[in-house]
């Protein structure tokens, strides 16, 4: 088998894979969700040949797709279910809502630059992903008209609890987001009680951009 540089994007994509099983990521579903989807489609292409590394790369606008191990452990902890309707915040990409759509019901997605949104939604479009809804605004006001959810992934960083998305679960509903105010945040799940109450638990260290406030604007 060729090894380095100059291996065939399915050896870089097992290995990925491979990876993630030894970091953490131990749900088949997951796992096969992240190998059935083509990140090398989702980053620039400047970045395509490091598109199979476990890493964050950057994309327009100044933001970052997220790393695979990350994307793949905040997956895991969402205990998703096929019947699932999902919102994410900070579509970016679209890889992780790609990965997500794989798994799910419906995924509902928004982002604040309208650059990303147009690009991830034509990624998405061409790998003939159907369940996607998507739309532009502030994130941090959740899609009231479409909730409540079984589930609300961030893909963020909120500075506090995102208490507006909390109110948009399912009473046994599941939240994760990275929270925190610097360039390290705590992963987070909060966990529905079932009588409106939410059970919080840490689950690590992770890097995010910033939830910034309103939409973006770009010239
Ligand atoms: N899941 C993405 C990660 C993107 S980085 C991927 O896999 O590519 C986080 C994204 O959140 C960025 O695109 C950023 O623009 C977006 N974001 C930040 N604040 C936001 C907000 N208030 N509302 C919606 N999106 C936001």
Redesign the pocket.
């Known amino acids: 088998m060729a090894d380095g540089p100059h291996e065939g994007a399915d050896t870089r994509r097992a290995k990925l894979v491979l990876g993630l099983r030894s970091g953490g990521v131990t749900e088949p579903s997951v796992l096969n969700a992240i190998e059935a989807i083509q990140r090398d489609l989702?980053v620039p292409e400047l970045f395509k040949e490091r598109a199979w590394e476990d890493s964050a790369l950057p994309?327009a606008?100044g933001?970052?797709?997220?790393q695979p191990l990350i994307?793949g452990l905040m997956t895991q902890a969402l205990q998703l279910k096929g019947r699932h309707r999902v919102l994410?915040?900070?579509?970016?990409?679209?890889?992780?809502?790609a990965v997500l759509a794989g798994l799910v019901r419906y995924v509902y997605t928004?982002?604040?630059?309208r650059t990303?949104l147009g690009e991830?939604e034509a990624r998405l479009k061409r790998l003939h992903v159907q369940n996607v809804i998507s739309r532009f605004?502030?994130?941090?006001e959740g899609w009231p008209e479409q909730a409540p959810f079984d589930r609300v992934l961030v893909?963020?960083a909120p500075a506090e609890e995102p208490r507006r998305l909390l109110e948009q679960l399912k009473p046994n509903g599941v939240l994760v987001a990275p929270v925190g105010r610097g360039p390290v945040q705590s992963l987070l799940r909060y966990v529905g009680d079932g009588k409106g109450a939410f059970v919080k638990e840490e689950l690590g260290e992770v890097r995010?951009?910033?939830?910034?406030?309103?939409?973006?604007r770009e010239s």
């Open positions: 989702f994309i606008c933001q970052t797709i997220s994307v994410e915040i900070g579509t970016g990409s679209g890889y992780q809502t928004v982002e604040r630059y990303l991830a605004g502030d994130g941090h893909t963020a995010f951009v910033p939830l910034l406030s309103g939409v973006a």
